[in-house]
């Protein structure tokens, strides 16, 4: 089946660097890629969404130049988040449209921790 | 805009009962509804789609309906193990020209042996 593949799992950061998350469709090539935020005990929240070779949209209240998204290729999408707060701990994920089947292809997802 | 609501935060059930989840759609019919199993500290997992036009569908021992009278979808568990123990989200798309999945809080499912 489709796989996503999300680096790191976890990240302690300091406050104030920049993070760099990674997603990568192993076995397909996605067109579209989706960033998640989701914080204890809530649902996934829709950040963004990311296609190949144009500039991510996102959502509304999405700073979008604290959260940099690159779809440079069909099968990379990254997230960056500068100058990290303690507020932007939360584990975020990944998803994939395109994949084989009717679902989308989540990523494991990365924890963020931020000092 | 569309909002999806899982109002059970928490259903505890006993080893092979049926376990029965309600999700509902606020606004439009949406043309699929999709159902994900989450486990903690993971990413979603892909379980049932469901289309507009479709009543049910089943897939091993989960089965799925889908109520557009009454904006519903329900999701069942027979035969319930405790590896079944996992908080269960449905899913629609954004718009109705979207392409984005938005999500319901979830339904957090225990079953005890």
């Known amino acids: 089946g489709a796989v996503v593949s999300q680096h790191p799992s976890w990240v302690i950061c300091k406050s104030g660097t920049s993070v760099k998350i990674e997603c990568r469709s192993l076995d397909f090539q996605a067109t579209t890629m989706f960033w998640y935020r989701q914080f204890p005990k809530q649902s996934l929240m829709l950040m963004a969404t990311?296609?190949?070779?144009?500039?991510?949209?996102?959502e509304q209240g999405v700073e979008k130049d604290k959260f940099l998204i690159n779809h440079a290729s069909l099968t990379l999408s990254t997230l960056t988040v500068t100058s990290a707060h303690p507020e932007d701990s939360s584990f975020y994920i990944c998803?994939?449209?395109?994949?084989?089947?009717?679902?989308?292809?989540f990523g494991s997802g990365t924890r963020l921790t931020v000092v | 805009s569309q909002k999806i609501e899982q109002n059970s935060e928490a259903l505890n059930i006993q080893e092979g009962k049926t376990a029965t989840l309600t999700c509902n759609y606020t606004n439009y019919s949406p043309a699929y509804l999709q159902w994900y199993r989450q486990d903690p500290g993971r990413g979603p997992v892909f379980l049932l789609l469901i289309r507009e036009n479709e009543k049910e569908k089943r897939k091993e021992r989960l089965k799925v309906t889908f109520d557009t009278t009454l904006k519903q979808s329900l999701f069942h568990i027979t035969a319930s193990q405790p590896a079944d123990s996992a908080t269960y989200l449905c899913a629609c798309l954004e718009g109705e020209a979207g392409t984005a999945l938005i999500f319901g809080k979830g339904t957090t499912l225990s079953v005890s042996s």
């Open positions: 998803s994939a449209s395109g994949g084989p089947g009717d679902g989308y292809t």
């Open positions: 990311s296609n190949e070779g144009s500039k991510a949209t996102y």
